[in-house]
Every structure is written in structure tokens, then in C-alpha cells.
């Protein structure tokens, strides 16, 4: 709680905007793909014993950030990430 309040103070301060100037893209990336590598060796494991639900992950993946947001599709932008998975958690539910 204390995390989302500084950051709300960041963000009405506009001390974000100067952050994103010095912080570029190159920075930022690099970061997040060193998470993703970090977390395949968990995923990887995962996937190999439930084929269908990552494939229907995949897929939906696939779809929402590509195919839907291209198409102009406003409600997949804003929660994209959670649309993503939402498929596959459904079928893993049953």
C-alpha cells in the first residue's frame, strides 16, 4: 500500500514524465527480458505437463496482443495482460 501511494505521488508530481525521459526503452527492456529468462526454466517445466492450457495461452496471447489490438479493439488494451490468460485459466479450472 505504501508502494502504490509513492507512486501515485510520483505520478501527480510528474516526476514519472522526467524518469521516462532519462529511462529509455534500452534500459527497460533489457530488464524485462532478464525476468523472462529467469522464470523459463519454472514455465518450461509447466508447459510440458499441461499442453492444452499452454496452448490456449499461447494462443490467446497470440490474438489479444497482436490481432485485436491492431484491429482497434479498446477493451483489450487496457487490461491486455489479464485477457491473455484469462482463457487458459478457465480451461485449467475444469
Do not use: H
Not at 522464470?39 to 490481432?67: C, E, H, K, P, R
Not at 477493451?75 to 485459466?89: D, I, K
Amino acid at each position: 500500500m505504501l508502494a502504490s501511494f509513492f507512486e501515485i505521488i510520483l505520478d501527480c508530481t510528474g516526476f514519472m514524465g522526467l524518469i521516462k525521459k532519462l529511462v529509455s526503452p534500452i534500459v527497460i527492456d533489457p530488464t524485462i527480458a532478464m525476468i523472462g529468462l529467469a522464470l523459463f526454466n519454472f514455465d518450461v517445466s509447466w508447459m510440458a505437463v499441461n499442453w492444452v492450457v499452454s496452448g490456449i495461452t499461447l494462443l490467446a496471447l497470440i490474438v489479444y496482443s497482436q490481432i485485436l489490438v491492431t484491429g482497434g479493439a479498446s477493451y483489450s488494451c487496457c487490461f491486455r495482460f489479464y485477457w491473455q490468460f484469462l482463457p487458459g485459466w478457465l480451461v485449467a479450472l475444469k
